[in-house]
């Protein structure tokens, strides 16, 4: 009797009983759905235009822009894909910039938010309860007029020149500041500058293979890996070798008001639009990514910290190595989204006038360009900033997960 039942193999279900087949046959009809229903707008989308003499072609890309883009010198007799290009590189320099501060408040603020001083904690609490619940768009108008527009900084004209705050016993300028212009210092290129560039790429190949040297050391020998000072070291030392031995390729260049007292001369400007959209942004999402993070160092489990604390570890060191570390699992796939996110809302910045994507492309239908083509485009274009983000987060995310075994 035993035998018997040992030798029976069990049965196949039948194939519209079988979960693999269902599922395939599911993804394929829900495919065909879809293409389907995209084909039939799409047709009534062309129809509907052909009817009333609307052109489906995208030829106009070729066409003049016939305006001016804010602050750039875009020149208005290029066409609309170079319009648009210069949409996205200023959708790209917003959004970028704000994603870098986004990350650095969230994170400070969301470990503020355990902190054990009193103070500490409650101001990080005020401010993710105050700028979550406050619609992004709002604190873009805040910054752009309550701060700029009519706010305490004086007019940038010639009979008012711009605030400045320099360098401490120097008279080299660290920042320029009026109600329309900001000016930081920047970086000037020389002779080899060029090549000093490719050298830095090199320098930082080395680093890489230096961290990945001290690790290997520490896997196999339990010595202090300490890859953060070598590969600092190899990095900066190469570069000042390099640096000495093309004579000076590269110099500071600082913000100056130019002659005609209108315009900022050396260092890097920008406009109260950008810093209104950029900063906004970064300080709305900054309060959802310091809830995220607070979360996720509350899913470490308890006895990470209280093993860390055993090993006398100081409250730096066990978020530096045990609590953050693991927090970083639980916390970058909800942080892509907000990443995300920031970049969609950076299609606001026309409340402040800032020439994104979204605005120059609402000018040029403006302007007498198909309305069709133009949001097809435009859709196009930050379905392509969603698509690089989340792929270059996701190869993040993959080098943070554990490996199975």
Not at 10 to 38: C, E, G, H, N, Y
Not at 166 to 194: H, K, V
Not at 319 to 335: C, D, G, N
């Given at each position: 009797?035993?035998?018997?039942?040992?030798?029976?193999?069990?049965?196949?279900?039948?194939?519209w009983r079988d979960v693999?087949?269902?599922?395939?046959?599911?993804?394929?009809?829900?495919?065909?759905?879809?293409?389907?229903?995209?084909?039939?707008?799409?047709?009534?989308?062309?129809?509907?235009?052909?009817?009333?003499?609307?052109?489906?072609?995208?030829?106009?890309?070729?066409?003049?822009?016939?305006?001016?883009?804010?602050?750039?010198?875009?020149d208005p007799d290029s066409?609309?894909?170079?319009?648009?290009?210069?949409?996205?590189?200023?959708?790209?320099?917003?959004?970028?910039?704000?994603?870098?501060?986004?990350?650095?408040?969230?994170?400070?603020?969301?470990?503020?938010?355990?902190?054990?001083?009193?103070?500490?904690?409650?101001?990080?609490?005020?401010?993710?309860?105050?700028?979550?619940?406050?619609?992004?768009?709002?604190?873009?108008?805040?910054?752009?007029?309550?701060?700029?527009?009519?706010?305490?900084?004086?007019?940038?004209?010639?009979?008012?020149?711009?605030?400045?705050?320099?360098?401490?016993?120097?008279?080299?300028?660290?920042?320029?500041?009026?109600?329309?212009?900001?000016?930081?210092?920047?970086?000037?290129?020389?002779?080899?500058?060029?090549?000093?560039?490719?050298?830095?790429?090199?320098?930082?190949?080395?680093?890489?293979?230096?961290?990945?040297?001290?690790?290997?050391?520490?896997?196999?020998?339990?010595?202090?890996?300490?890859?953060?000072?070598?590969?600092?070291?190899?990095?900066?030392?190469?570069?000042?070798?390099?640096?000495?031995?093309?004579?000076?390729?590269?110099?500071?260049?600082?913000?100056?008001?130019?002659?005609?007292?209108?315009?900022?001369?050396?260092?890097?400007?920008?406009?109260?639009?950008?810093?209104?959209?950029?900063?906004?942004?970064?300080?709305?999402?900054?309060?959802?990514?310091?809830?995220?993070?607070?979360?996720?160092?509350?899913?470490?489990?308890?006895?990470?910290?209280?093993?860390?604390?055993?090993?006398?570890?100081?409250?730096?060191?066990?978020?530096?190595?045990?609590?953050?570390?693991?927090?970083?699992?639980?916390?970058?796939?909800?942080?892509?989204?907000?990443?995300?996110?920031?970049?969609?809302?950076?299609?606001?910045?026309?409340?402040?006038?800032?020439?994104?994507?979204?605005?120059?492309?609402?000018t040029a239908i403006g302007?007498?360009?198909?309305?069709?083509?133009?949001?097809?485009?435009?859709?196009?274009?930050?379905?392509?900033?969603?698509?690089?983000?989340?792929?270059?987060?996701?190869?993040?995310?993959?080098?943070?997960?554990?490996?199975?075994?």
């Amino acid at each position: 009797m035993t035998d018997t039942l040992s030798e029976t193999k069990p049965s196949r279900p039948p194939f519209w009983r079988d979960v693999r087949v269902i599922r395939v046959v599911a993804q394929a009809v829900a495919l065909v759905t879809v293409v389907l229903t995209v084909r039939y707008l799409l047709n009534n989308l062309v129809n509907n235009l052909n009817d009333v003499g609307i052109s489906t072609k995208f030829d106009f890309l070729d066409s003049p822009a016939r305006f001016q883009v804010k602050d750039s010198n875009f020149d208005p007799d290029s066409s609309i894909r170079a319009l648009i290009w210069r949409g996205v590189q200023n959708t790209a320099a917003s959004a970028f910039v704000g994603i870098l501060l986004a990350l650095a408040i969230g994170v400070t603020v969301g470990v503020g938010r355990l902190s054990t001083n009193w103070v500490v904690r409650k101001l990080s609490t005020l401010y993710v309860e105050t700028l979550r619940n406050i619609p992004p768009l709002v604190i873009i108008i805040f910054f752009g007029f309550a701060i700029f527009t009519f706010g305490p900084f004086s007019p940038f004209s010639p009979g008012s020149p711009p605030g400045e705050i320099t360098f401490p016993g120097t008279d080299a300028t660290l920042l320029m500041y009026s109600n329309q212009r900001l000016g930081i210092p920047s970086i000037a290129t020389g002779e080899n500058s060029g090549i000093f560039w490719i050298l830095l790429l090199v320098a930082l190949v080395v680093a890489a293979g230096v961290w990945r040297w001290r690790t290997r050391v520490n896997i196999e020998t339990g010595e202090p890996h300490r890859r953060v000072r070598y590969s600092l070291g190899a990095f900066l030392g190469l570069g000042i070798i390099a640096f000495f031995v093309l004579g000076v390729p590269i110099t500071g260049s600082f913000p100056e008001v130019s002659e005609g007292g209108r315009l900022i001369d050396g260092g890097l400007d920008t406009n109260n639009a950008y810093v209104s959209v950029t900063l906004a942004l970064a300080l709305y999402t900054g309060s959802h990514i310091a809830e995220i993070v607070r979360g996720s160092i509350l899913a470490v489990p308890k006895g990470q910290n209280e093993a860390a604390s055993a090993l006398a570890l100081s409250g730096f060191q066990r978020y530096r190595f045990v609590v953050l570390p693991q927090a970083a699992r639980i916390a970058i796939p909800p942080t892509i989204n907000q990443f995300l996110n920031l970049t969609k809302n950076t299609s606001l910045a026309a409340a402040v006038a800032y020439p994104d994507l979204t605005q120059v492309v609402r000018t040029a239908i403006g302007n007498d360009q198909p309305s069709p083509q133009m949001i097809l485009i435009l859709m196009g274009c930050y379905l392509a900033f969603s698509i690089v983000i989340s792929l270059i987060l996701n190869v993040v995310n993959r080098r943070f997960q554990l490996a199975g075994r």
